[in-house]
């Protein structure tokens, strides 16, 4: 009963460094997405893919680059670490093509420093 | 641009008491709205999804309501436990993928 799981739980970066942060999810979804999540914030869409083969941006997408990999995997790449971006990331799926009528189920989150 | 607003920020409630929390949006041209919980540490779990035509939903100790026109949802939970004790979450999708909106959460302790 896996469901969404995250690689790696923790990383420290140094500013420049490069990074993938990478998702995976054993439930057949067809739509993947990551956010953030930032203290006193609410999540943040950086990128969903609605579905394998599409990738589209979402409210936070600079500084990031998304690829879905294949029907079950959709990594997160940092080329370039800013301080800004230290917060906790967090895939999620859903069953269809959108979050209209289907609940999105959550990994349990990458959180990442940067120095 | 929507916004989620969440209220009170933190609670705490000796076990066994009824509790709302609550929920409010600035667009009321919603799809959905969807109520979750987050453990320490961990991700969210979806509790409830209330479609925009839908009034409320029911899960075991959990009812949430939905008005729309008002811009606002509640989260009742019934007679409260210790293993309560999470972050509550809503969020509302207002557009496409990229509308969806997360209030901050509300921090409830139940104490036994």
């Known amino acids: 009963n896996a469901g969404v799981t995250q690689t790696p739980k923790f990383q420290v970066l140094k500013t420049g460094q490069s990074m993938t942060l990478q998702c995976a999810q054993d439930m057949n979804h067809n739509s993947m997405y990551w956010y953030r999540q930032d203290p006193g914030m609410g999540l943040r869409l950086i990128y969903y893919s609605a579905s394998e083969g599409t990738t589209d941006k979402g409210e936070v997408p600079n500084g990031y680059n998304v690829s879905r990999l294949n029907k079950r995997e959709f990594s997160l790449r940092l080329e370039s670490a800013a301080p800004s971006q230290t917060s906790v990331y967090f895939c999620?799926?859903?069953?269809?093509?959108?979050?209209?009528?289907?609940?999105?189920?959550f990994g349990d989150g990458t959180r990442l420093s940067i120095l | 641009k929507q916004e989620v607003t969440q209220i009170p920020a933190a609670l705490s409630v000796p076990e066994g008491e009824n509790l709302v929390l609550n929920c409010s949006f600035t667009d009321s041209a919603i799809y959905n709205l969807q109520w979750f919980r987050q453990d320490p540490g961990k991700g969210l779990t979806s509790l409830l999804l209330i479609q925009s035509s839908q009034r409320e939903q029911t899960s075991g100790r959990l009812n949430a309501s939905l008005d729309k026109s008002s811009g606002r949802s509640t989260l009742y939970i019934a007679a409260s436990q210790p293993g309560d004790s999470a972050t509550y979450l809503c969020a509302v999708l207002s557009g496409g993928y990229q509308k969806v909106t997360f209030g901050i959460g509300t921090k409830l302790q139940v104490i036994p």
């Open positions: 999620a799926s859903s069953r269809t093509g959108a979050t209209l009528n289907q609940p999105q189920h």
